[in-house]
């Protein structure tokens, strides 16, 4: 079961938030990165996608929170199934935002020939329907409209979570609002920092092209 819920946008420090969940005593933390050896996950988003009877519990059982996409875009859903859970919205910049989902995300869902596997190229086919054609709505390329999706999705999860249960997190804020929204003690350890720009790319044999600059 459910107990905490990252509702932000991926390239927000989601990748962060994870580990810190994880270290916080809530994990597994699901985030896209664990789609990459789920072999039945991407079916399951496509099919939530396109409004499927599913059940939440089928991809969900053996964590007790969630990053990321795909399950970002799930917000109105994953409120109605979970209404108990903590709910956290990473931000960032938007401009920001924007140049690091192209140098990153958006280089690797577009470049399939970088796939080392036929699992990645599933996870790549199910990230371009469901990031870029349906969250992004087919227009990433356009700068401001991708900015205003984004923000657009921002404002939704405001409007939908109750203030009691939506910490609007950025991760250089690190432990200390995070702690105090979970109900648990600021662990010795710093807040770890993760997926990189760099590191991304590493990960995934992105190029930084032209177009990511």
């Known amino acids: 079961m459910l107990k905490v819920i990252g509702l ?6 989601t990748m962060s938030l994870k580990h810190a969940l994880e270290l916080l005593g809530f994990g597994p933390c699901y985030h896209m990165i664990e789609v990459f050896d ?3 996950d991407p079916d399951f988003w496509l099919g939530a996608l396109n409004n499927r009877n599913i059940d939440w519990e089928d991809v969900f059982r053996d964590f007790q929170s969630t990053a990321d996409a795909p399950a970002c875009y799930f917000s109105e859903a ?3 199934h979970y209404p108990q859970a903590k709910y956290i919205l990473t931000v960032r910049d938007a401009e920001s ?3 690091s989902f192209l140098a990153t995300v958006y280089q690797a869902i577009t ?3 970088n796939a080392p596997d036929d699992q990645h190229r599933k996870v790549q086919a199910m990230a371009q329907t469901l990031l870029l ?3 992004l709505e087919g227009r ?3 700068r401001a409209a991708a900015i205003d999706s984004y923000n657009r999705h921002n404002s939704l999860v405001r409007s939908l979570i109750p203030r009691s249960q939506l910490l609007e997190f950025e991760v250089a804020e690190g432990w200390p609002p995070l702690c105090e929204f979970l109900e648990v003690p600021i662990p010795k350890e710093p807040f770890p920092t993760s997926n990189s720009r760099a590191e991304f790319q590493e ?8 177009m990511g600059q």
């Not at 932000?8 to 420090?13: A, D, S, V």
């Not at 995934?204 to 032209?210: D, G, I, R």
């Open 111 to 113: 470049h399939p020939e």
């Open 38 to 40: 789920r072999p039945d």
């Open 140 to 142: 990433f390329e356009d």
């Open 97 to 99: 935002w924007y140049d």
């Open 203 to 210: 990960r995934f044999s992105v190029e930084h092209s032209p």
């Open 8 to 13: 932000g946008y991926p390239r927000t420090g």
């Open 78 to 80: 994953l409120f109605q």
């Open 133 to 135: 054609d349906t969250m």
